[in-house]
């Protein structure tokens, strides 16, 4: 159901849109708009990507594990991602991905559906271990007369 959503519907979205503001504005106005929101786009994903970074940074030299870092560098790596597509539907969807109150709604959404799992927490129920195999039919006595044989 995703790859429909993604494949098809979203571009099926995407014209039917472009055609109706460019109905309603122009084509090459509708153009330029297209240009102008991946440029504003990029210089927001850019400046909020270098802020990020330096949150994580001071995170890291704090001693704490980013993970809102990184949860915010996901998402503004999708926002990138979707500002440069042509169309208006997926910038809708990219500017939103830049406003930090979004990607906090996202962050509880996926705390909420997604088990997170620490490094180096384990599970009590997992038992570590080694095994070997052992063939029933040979015994130590049996594999060592094997191997005088063989000399």
Same mark, same amino acid.
């Given at each position: 159901m995703p790859f429909f959503i993604i494949f098809f519907l979203? *571009?099926?979205?995407?014209?039917?849109?472009?055609?109706?503001?460019?109905?309603?504005?122009?084509?090459?106005?509708?153009?330029?708009?297209? %240009?102008?929101?991946a440029g504003i786009g990029g210089l927001l994903v850019r400046h909020q990507g270098l802020e990020t970074l330096f949150k994580a940074r001071r995170e890291m030299q704090s001693g704490q594990l980013p993970v809102t870092e990184l949860f915010d560098?996901?998402?503004?790596?999708?926002?990138?991602?979707?500002?440069?597509? *042509?169309?208006?539907?997926?910038?809708?969807?990219?500017?939103?991905?830049? %406003? *930090?109150?979004m990607r906090t709604l996202l962050r509880r959404w996926a705390a909420r559906h997604f088990q997170i799992v620490e490094m180096g927490q384990t599970d009590p129920d997992i038992v570590e271990g080694t095994y070997e195999r052992v063939d029933p039919q040979s015994t130590p006595q049996k594999d060592a007369d094997k191997t005088q044989r063989l000399s």
């Open positions: 979203v *571009p099926v979205a995407e014209v039917f849109v472009f055609l109706k503001v460019g109905q309603w504005i122009g084509v090459l106005e509708t153009l330029l708009l297209c %240009v102008l929101t560098g996901l998402c503004l790596v999708a926002a990138g991602a979707m500002l440069i597509t *042509p169309g208006f539907v997926t910038d809708i969807i990219g500017f939103a991905l830049l %406003v *930090p109150a």
